[in-house]
């Protein structure tokens, strides 16, 4: 079909809170009937490793809101002032705060990363991993899910060229 | 309004986006054309998003009710 709307992706970011809206986004778009192409380059692509490990950053993302995803509905909506000199030296804060984001998704009834990476799969939403990433970081293509073509930036532009949505996460 | 007779029911209560949309694509794809799915959800952003799915595909957004807060979509294939 001609008209098929195409959405192209390059997801550069593999924190917990960047690596959602690139699954999001792309297997809504094949849910809408749009083509969806997904380029996964320098910090993105760890978000293709077999086994995700993406954790959140408080310490640097200041508008962060931090938040309990249990207790009472007064107490989860406080938004604790967590000082820099905390979220930066304390031993394990990222872990902690990746727990927490993760257990309010759940609850929240958000998708894991995971899930909304085989959807989109499922829906033949296209993963492409960066080469020279690859090369410069010293990934290997058994790291990877199946299913991930391997190019670089021609590859991507190729399609991106006719493509209606572009965009840089 | 008598409840609309539906081929296949949907159930999204307590799922957030995109799972509502994804799961009603999915369901939408194991109908035939011209049958109609009842999707259930309680995210409140399901209203909008579903009327622009709708939109988008070419499928249509029969009916749309809420109750306490859980929305019913009803929607026939194209």
């Given at each position: ?154 590859t991507f532009l190729e ?11 | ?43 409140p952003g399901s209203v ?9 595909t070419g499928h249509e ?18």
């Open positions: 079909m001609s008209d098929t709307k195409k959405l192209a992706i390059i997801a550069s970011q593999g924190t917990l809170d960047w690596g959602y809206p690139p699954f999001i986004l792309a297997s809504t778009a094949a849910a809408m009937d749009m083509e969806a192409v997904i380029f996964f380059t320098f910090y993105g692509l760890p978000l293709l490793k077999k086994e995700i490990d993406a954790k959140v950053s408080p310490h640097s993302n200041p508008a962060m809101p931090m938040k309990m995803p249990f207790g009472s509905k007064d107490f989860q909506s406080i938004n604790w002032p967590i000082p820099n000199a905390i979220s930066g030296n304390v031993p394990g804060f990222d872990n902690m705060a990746t727990m927490l984001m993760k257990e309010t998704f759940k609850k929240k009834g958000v998708a894991t990363i995971e899930q909304l990476r085989g959807m989109c799969q499922e829906f033949g939403v296209r993963f492409i991993a960066c080469q020279m990433t690859m090369e410069v970081f010293g990934f290997e293509k058994e790291e990877f899910i199946d299913g991930v073509e391997y190019g670089g930036a021609a399609y991106a060229a006719d493509a209606d949505i572009s965009l840089f996460i | 309004m008598s409840e609309i007779a539906s081929n296949l029911e949907l159930n999204c209560e307590g799922l957030n986006c995109p799972l509502p949309i994804l799961k009603t694509k999915k369901a939408i794809d194991s109908l035939n054309s011209g049958e109609i799915l009842k999707m259930i959800a309680t995210d909008n998003d579903m009327a622009s799915w709708a939109n988008r957004l029969v009916a749309h009710t809420e109750s306490a807060g859980v929305h019913t979509f009803f929607i026939k294939k194209k």
